[in-house]
């Protein structure tokens, strides 16, 4: 090769080592971006060529950032959404315990002068700040649930844009190849849309020898399939309606999906295991105070020598009873189901699940495990089915094979529950007629402070501290996790950035080496055209 070609190979590949390295400084910025190295080699006859330009990057470095993500994300959305529920809680403005305090203090109170309009007064406004204050958590506990489902909700439509984009992606690499390789942005784009969907759920890839990837879930869901993306689906639950569910859409098919990994987990979970464990909590306790607060006044005489009437709502309303239940939208029957609190110190703070089956038998489970079972008739009856306190039976309609509800007894009561005593005058403080001065049933109702009316021999206050102490516990492992999964993750993310990542000073020498190249060639080319000139004048 002469000199001349020889110093044209060695300015050209210069100038793509210059172009390289300028384009690496001003994308060293962009989120995503892989720094890129020309590879030389020489000619057979002498002089240089650009074999390829590189990324600069690392399949196990990558797929080990894609995995400590999804970590990261799951105890991300965990922790923030634990750590919102712990500050509502624990500060005094939403505590139930200030408004506990101050009903009983009332109650103590008043047991000095038992007929004083001013303490009885004070009853009452202690009894609507006591409702108002088991209305107000009860409020924030649903707002933070919305806000998590709305959350959801966002999400999976990232999740379903970063489907798309992958397979469009996909769609392009192939279309793009040329003799030298996949165009190198595209592998970024795509990498970048990976990194982010695998933030939101748990995902692996499948790379194919095309230069396209396959993605699945974890149990092998196929996501996207070259230029094929499928889409995942956010429902409401049945028969919860308020609990959100996953599935994937195919074009042949719509199928749940029981675990999904990553920041929609988190939520997912948080909301299963810590918002509604706390409702029902919340709710067990102010289904508890109520009804014995109701109780024992209507065990007693009131000033107009009247028997006691309820203090807060009826726990076993019409409405209340029914408000416990709901059908699954699959139902054929026309049954209505009424769950009714049969004795309130065996109430626990567990949901259940009712299925019946097609020769006629009832189901009642919870968390996973059978509590009863029988004949269907049995919850026709006057007597239903009894069982932790609640007694379920059909209000109305007719039950079929294959209808199932879902039952909360006291998630919802917190939310409703009021102070409906309209006058002082009716609280029963007395213990007998003809004797309005008398404070015996009124020591009675003070007594109710100390007294283990919630099953698990615990008082309201131990219901209380008990709820605040699981939301803190819970809390307090999520941030750990948190701040294992970070460290995980910024040591992943710091690995690959040490290959794919720019760095200033190496580039600045390469502009420095490569501009000397581009010249010394240049010099070559000029000395070959002098000695050529200097032979043609010979």
């Given at each position: 090769m002469s000199m001349i070609n020889t110093g044209m190979s060695g300015m050209f590949a210069a100038q793509t080592a210059l172009n390289v390295a300028s384009s690496n400084i001003s994308a060293s910025t962009i989120p995503g971006y892989t720094r890129q190295q020309v590879n030389l080699a020489t000619n057979m006859h002498g002089g240089v060529y650009v074999s390829d330009v590189r990324r600069m990057t690392d399949s196990f470095l990558t797929d080990q950032v894609r995995d400590t993500s999804t970590a990261y994300g799951y105890s991300t959305a965990y922790y923030s959404h634990a750590?919102?529920?712990?500050?509502?809680?624990?500060?005094?403005?939403?505590?139930?315990?200030?408004?506990?305090?101050?009903?009983?203090?009332a109650l103590n109170s008043a047991t000095s002068d038992p007929a004083s309009d001013a303490a009885r007064q004070t009853v009452l406004a202690q009894a609507s700040d006591l409702a108002s204050r088991f209305n107000t958590l009860h409020g924030s506990l649903q707002k933070q649930s919305d806000l998590a489902n709305d959350q959801l909700g966002v999400m999976v439509d990232d999740v379903n844009s970063l489907l798309s984009d992958i397979a469009e992606i996909n769609d392009s690499i192939m279309a793009s190849q040329t003799g030298s390789g996949v165009p190198n942005g595209l592998l970024d784009q795509r990498d970048q849309a990976m990194q982010k969907l695998s933030e939101l759920m748990d995902v692996t890839v499948d790379a194919r020898p095309d230069g396209?990837?396959?993605?699945?879930?974890?149990?092998?869901?196929?996501?996207?399939?070259?230029?094929?993306?499928?889409?995942?689906?956010?429902?409401?639950?049945?028969?919860d309606s308020d609990r959100m569910?996953?599935?994937l859409v195919t074009d042949t098919a719509e199928k749940p999906l029981k675990t999904i990994g990553g920041s929609i987990q988190g939520v997912l979970d948080f909301?299963?295991?810590?918002?509604?464990?706390?409702?029902?909590?919340?709710?067990?306790?102010?289904?508890?105070?109520?009804?014995?607060?109701?109780?024992?006044?209507?065990?007693?005489?009131?000033l107009n020598n009247k028997p006691g009437s309820d203090l807060f709502s009826n726990i076993n309303s019409i409405e209340a009873m029914r408000e416990r239940v709901e059908a699954s939208r699959e139902n054929t029957g026309s049954g209505v189901?009424?769950?009714?609190?049969?004795?309130s110190s065996k109430l626990s703070a567990d949901d259940y699940s009712l299925e019946i089956t097609a020769d006629g038998q009832y189901i009642l489970t919870s968390a996973g495990k059978v509590v009863s079972k029988g004949d269907q008739r049995l919850l026709t009856t006057d007597k239903?089915?009894?069982?932790?306190?609640?007694?379920?039976?059909?209000?109305?309609?007719?039950?079929?094979p294959g209808d199932s509800f879902g039952i909360e007894p006291t998630a919802g009561f917190s939310g409703s529950m009021d102070m409906v005593m309209e006058s002082p005058d009716d609280l029963a403080f007395s213990g007998a007629y003809d004797t309005p001065g008398d404070n015996s049933n009124l020591l009675e109702l003070a007594k109710l402070e100390k007294a283990h009316l919630i099953e698990g021999n615990k008082t309201l206050g131990d219901s209380w501290n008990l709820l605040v102490t699981d939301v803190g516990n819970t809390t307090a492992q999520a941030e750990g996790s948190y701040n294992a999964t970070k460290v995980l993750h910024e040591e992943a993310s710091s690995a690959l950035s040490s290959v794919a990542g720019v760095n200033m000073d190496e580039e600045a020498g390469n502009l420095l080496i490569y501009q000397q190249a581009y010249q010394a060639n240049a010099k070559v080319i000029a000395t070959a055209q002098q000695l050529l000139d200097t032979v043609l004048n010979l």
């Open positions: 750590n919102q529920l712990e500050t509502l809680v624990t500060s005094d403005g939403s505590s139930l315990s200030p408004a506990l305090t101050g009903m009983f203090g396209t990837v396959d993605i699945f879930l974890p149990q092998g869901d196929p996501l996207v399939m070259r230029g094929k993306a499928n889409q995942v689906s956010l429902n409401p639950g049945d028969p569910t996953l599935s909301q299963s295991d810590v918002i509604d464990p706390a409702m029902r909590e919340l709710g067990r306790m102010a289904v508890v105070i109520s009804d014995a607060m109701n109780t024992q006044l209507g065990a007693g005489v009131d189901l009424e769950v009714e609190i049969s004795d239903g089915v009894t069982v932790d306190g609640i007694t379920i039976k059909v209000g109305e309609g007719e039950l079929k």
